[in-house]
């Protein structure tokens, strides 16, 4: 796409949304190898953010598409309420905690090292070629990263044949693009120059314009710790300078991450492929292309929903085009709940109105609740899922790691990926039996067996849950009392009831010990 002006955008909507109510998948003669799989993984998308789960301050044709022709989930779940664990687990099969894994700052090395078995290595070993196209958010290099030279370890070592990353998050620096683990952009003689700090009141080592320096030249004014360096015209967490040839535009993200899915797709027709593509939107900065600015009344936040669900429409099209649509097994996800508030002053809660980013549910980004890590989650296969359905089995993204070892034949052992259960037949939709149990973190630890959802008792960080209340007015969850929820009569986790059913507290407790103190391999 070259950028298109309002009225075509909104015509296209329309037609999108025209075609996308109404064509079927079409039938292609059903192959009998590997199906093709991709994983969209959408940034701080909550429960209630799309058309087919109630909202309807915003539109979402093209992922409703894969609702109205796949299975729609209501009890799925990130492994956490925040990035970088929910990224680890979903690649490795194991929960964060276990590698003492929270959000990563800009220059972190590598999370997941070289010789992990992960999601990509595995398929690999089956024939598979993998790429990661988007937001990555996992570390890179080794520590006292160089950017002007390639950057390893990376994708690559952990069983990417291709990336093409945005390093780490939108308002984190490096603010540019890494393809194949170099810098993108950088001319001879460039040398781009990165220092990650958290609070952009501390000295900015190169002296260029920060949100501190020069708010005038903001488009959207920021807290202290997004105030650091100024990159088309926002400020970032860190700083950076020098060779701004190759430093990014946020406006770019729609077109530049549907070519790159784009080519690898094609480049990749006759063989089985894994795209994890992994998008910058919704979380912020939001600073959508001019195609979706006003494409609802919600500001920057809705109308990212939109260029999200665009981008989606976009790569299910290239699928289409190239005869790849029916043997292609869809995951659409989410990493975490939603945020309004997340360090910049985009409007998101003041032009909120009803809408109800959360759904039902309690909670939000980094909230132990459940509007923390219950995902909006599709999955759509034309070959095999024949018949919409909604599914409210319990399934966590981890366990794909096991799901997709069944499907597609690689041997895994356990140890490696020790919190990963094999639900693959809940995933496609054939029963709607997924996990008996199911632990969750999210600055603490919950557990859910069945309908009780419990949330341990913790005395740590009594500072943060209050700072998320008052700063971004969500509720964290951490207690110092313990937390037992009836999820069917109580969905929004409003009656605790640990101190009426004491023996159901306690037994959860246990079993939460046990998953605990699993030994990793
Ligand atoms: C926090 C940032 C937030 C976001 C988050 C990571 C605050 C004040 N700041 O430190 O803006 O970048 O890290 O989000 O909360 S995540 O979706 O990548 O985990
Ligand atoms: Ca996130």
Redo the contacts with the bound molecule.
């Keep these: 796409m070259k950028y298109i002006t309002n009225q075509v955008a909104f015509f296209l909507l329309l037609t999108t949304f025209w075609s996308c109510s109404t064509e079927k998948p079409q039938a292609e003669s059903p192959k009998e190898e590997k199906p093709n799989i991709i994983i969209f993984y959408v940034?701080?998308l909550g429960f209630g953010d799309l058309s087919c789960y109630g909202a309807t301050a915003v539109n979402t044709p093209n992922v409703d598409r894969l609702a109205n022709y796949g299975i729609r989930f209501t009890d799925a779940h990130s492994s956490s309420a925040?990035?970088?664990?929910?990224r680890y687990s979903l690649l490795t099969g194991n929960y964060a905690f276990r590698m003492k894994a929270g959000?990563l700052p800009g220059d972190a090395p590598l999370l997941i090292r070289p010789g992990t078995a992960t999601l990509p290595s595995k398929l690999k070993e089956v024939g598979y070629k993998t790429a990661v196209v988007g937001?990555w958010?996992l570390g890179l290099g080794d520590g006292e990263v160089d950017w002007n030279t390639k950057v390893s370890p990376g994708p690559a070592e952990i069983g990417f044949d291709y990336s093409f990353l945005l390093p780490?998050?939108g308002?984190?620096v490096p603010s540019v693009y890494v393809e194949d683990q170099r810098v993108v952009g950088l001319k001879d003689g460039d040398t781009l120059k990165v220092h990650f700090t958290?609070d952009a009141r501390n000295e900015n080592p190169y002296g260029n314009p920060t949100g501190i320096s020069n708010p005038e030249m903001l488009r959207q004014q920021a807290?202290f710790?997004?105030s650091g360096v100024i990159v088309n015209g926002v400020s970032r967490?860190g700083f950076m300078s020098e060779a701004e040839d190759a430093w990014l535009k946020d406006e770019d993200f729609p077109e530049v991450f549907t070519e790159r899915a784009e080519s690898f797709i094609k480049e990749n027709a006759d063989n089985p492929f894994f795209l994890y593509f992994s998008f910058h939107d919704i979380?912020?900065p939001r600073v959508p292309n001019e195609s979706f600015v006003g494409a609802t009344d919600m500001g920057p936040r809705g109308d990212a929903i939109v260029q999200m669900d665009w981008m989606t429409g976009q790569v299910m099209d290239v699928l289409r085009q190239n005869g790849l649509e029916e043997n292609t097994l869809v995951i659409f996800t989410s990493?975490?709940g939603p945020?309004l508030n997340?360090?910049?002053q985009d409007e998101a809660v003041d032009r909120l109105g009803e809408h109800k980013p959360a759904g039902p549910y309690r909670g939000g980004?980094?909230s132990i609740y459940e509007g923390g890590h219950r995902m909006p989650t599709i999955v759509y296969w034309p070959a095999k899922i024949t018949e919409a359905k909604v599914s409210d089995a319990l399934w966590n993204q981890l366990d794909l790691f096991s799901s997709l070892g069944e499907l597609t034949g690689f041997a895994y052992d356990q140890r490696d990926a020790i919190d990963s259960e094999n639900v693959l037949s809940a995933i496609l939709g054939e029963t709607k039996t997924g996990r008996k149990e199911m632990l969750e973190e999210a600055f603490t630890m919950g557990y859910r067996k069945g309908d009780w959802k419990y949330i341990a008792a913790t005395d740590k960080r009594k500072e943060w849950n209050s700072w998320?209340k008052e700063?971004?007015n969500i509720e964290g969850g951490l207690s110092i009392e313990p937390q037992l929820y009836d999820l069917k009569n109580d969905p929004g986790e409003q009656i605790n009831l640990a101190s009426k059913f004491p023996e159901v507290t306690a037994e959860l407790d246990s079993l939460m010990n046990t998953v605990i103190n699993k030994s990793f391999n």
């Design positions: 940034d701080d925040t990035c970088t664990p929910s959000i937001k958010h780490s998050t308002d984190r958290n807290d710790q997004h967490i979380h912020v990493d975490n945020v997340d360090g910049y980004k980094y998320i700063i971004k």
